[in-house]
T-cell receptor, first 117, second 110 residues
Framework: GAVVSQHPSRVICKSGTSVKIECRSL??????MFWYRQFPKQSLMLMAT?????????EQGVEKDKFLINHASLTLSTLTVTSAHPEDSSFYIC?????????????FGPGTRLTVT | GQQLNQSPQSMFIQEGEDVSMNCTSS?????WLWYKQDPGEGPVLLIA?????ELTSNGRLTAQFGITRKDSFLNISASIPSDVGIYFC??????????FGTGTSLTVIP
């Protein structure tokens, strides 16, 4: 149980274009999903918290107009990198929080490798 | 965002040896999680801790929630080659937003 998928796993795009990344919880409902960015050999940096049916909460320094997040259902959140630039090249990972209550465990997707040329 | 200090940054050990790593924060947390990440993949949850002083095991792995609530420890006993990877701690004061440690890269020499 607690499987999270991401699509695509790898994407290469040209500078100035937009890219959409999907995050799905396959066998549970996730009221909250999180988006992280990880540069090579570095830790995961939380970008934003995505709540189903409401606006995402962005961490300080993350541009909400550049990284558009939509959490339209309890099993799907999308991250759109708009007008991508080479410095946006990174490993983007989502996680989903299962249910509510005392269990605060997060389950991660396999990540999406974005390369902007 | 906040980042936790994790040490050591890297470890090279012989197969069969025990491993210890720790994570410290300037903030008090109410939840600590430990993850393992293989190259090019997402992190996999190893152990979750919810109470100060709590000691929890998962096979050869044991993690503890520090009594100050500002640190956590992970031990791996009798390491094997498949333990190779990067280990991350993650802490939260809200139970929702988690902040990750800087990671410990583990290499096990057969």
């Amino acid at each position: 149980g607690a499987v999270v998928s991401q699509h695509p796993s790898r994407v290469i795009c040209k500078s100035g274009t937009s890219v959409k990344i999907e995050c799905r919880s396959l066998d549970f409902q996730a009221t909250t999903m999180f988006w992280y960015r990880q540069f090579p050999k570095q830790s995961l940096m939380l970008m934003a918290t995505s709540n189903e049916g409401s606006k995402a909460t962005y961490e300080q320094g993350v541009e909400k107009d550049k990284f558009l997040i939509n959490h339209a259902s309890l099993t799907l959140s999308t991250l759109t990198v708009t007008s991508a630039h080479p410095e946006d090249s990174s490993f983007y990972i989502c996680s989903a929080q299962a249910g509510t209550g005392a269990v605060n465990e997060q389950y991660f997707g396999p990540g999406t490798r974005l390369t902007v040329t | 965002g906040q980042q936790l200090n994790q040490s050591p940054q890297s470890m090279f050990i012989q197969e069969g040896e025990d491993v210890s790593m720790n994570c410290t924060s300037s903030s008090i947390f109410n939840t600590w999680l430990w993850y393992k990440q293989d190259p090019g993949e997402g992190p996999v949850l190893l152990i979750a801790l919810y109470k100060a002083g709590e000691l929890t095991s998962n096979g050869r792995l044991t993690a503890q929630f520090g009594i100050t609530r500002k640190d956590s420890f992970l031990n791996i006993s009798a390491s094997i080659p498949s333990d190779v990877g990067i280990y991350f701690c993650a802490g939260s004061s809200t139970g929702n937003q988690f902040y990750f440690g800087t990671g410990t890269s583990l290499t096990v020499i057969p």
